[in-house]
């Protein structure tokens, strides 16, 4: 008897402790913004995005911070933008970036942190005077794709369930 009441309190407090770190939070209670002002660009080259995840939920949230590499990785960033005039690219065999424990950030509950989106990292090069309708897209809600898993490794998707659970998209901006 005293085995089973120790085999219900365990299985009681593991479920408890699974529930606690599973934090899901309301999307709408973090935003993504585009530091407009403080947005590099070179035309024909490169931009360097300026955003700032603000967490206004009651829980710390996991993010991945955003690659400084290019190359096949684990990445949730995404960048869609119009640009009048594309700059040409040459395609090459990327490397493979491993992602670490390092690259996890803990947004304290009811604050923000500003990060740098290096534009040429996620596609985002034009030869314009001015790129139009930049919207950054942040998600983890989605599973990884088997060939993501086989390009960058299965330790990667123990890595991504430490994230939090996020679908959030910027404002849309202009930039010259």
């Not at 002002?37 to 710390?60: A, E």
């Not at 869609?80 to 040459?90: A, G, L, P």
């Not at 970036?97 to 009811?110: G, N, S, W």
């Not at 998600?139 to 088997?146: A, G, I, N, P």
Request: one cysteine or more; charged letters at 30%.
């Amino acid at each position: 008897m005293k085995v089973m009441k120790l085999m219900v309190f365990l299985l009681i407090f593991t479920s408890c402790a699974i529930q606690k770190n599973k934090k899901n939070v309301d999307y709408k209670d973090v935003t993504l913004n585009i530091k407009t002002k403080k947005t590099l660009y070179k035309s024909n080259r490169w931009v360097k995005l300026y955003i700032v995840i603000k967490n206004n939920s009651n829980q710390d949230i996991i993010i991945l911070k955003p690659s400084n590499e290019y190359g096949y990785q684990m990445g949730f960033y995404n960048v869609k933008y119009q640009c009048e005039e594309q700059s040409i690219t040459e395609a090459t065999e990327l490397p493979v970036i491993k992602k670490t424990e390092a690259d996890l950030i803990t947004v304290m509950a009811k604050s923000e942190i500003e990060l740098e989106l290096k534009g040429n990292l996620y596609d985002v090069i034009c030869n314009s005077s001015k790129i139009t309708q930049v919207k950054i897209y942040y998600d983890t809600t989605k599973d990884l794709s088997e060939w993501i898993i086989n390009k960058i490794g299965a330790e990667h998707k123990m890595l991504k369930d430490k994230l939090t659970k996020l679908k959030i998209e910027s404002n849309e901006i202009t930039i010259e």
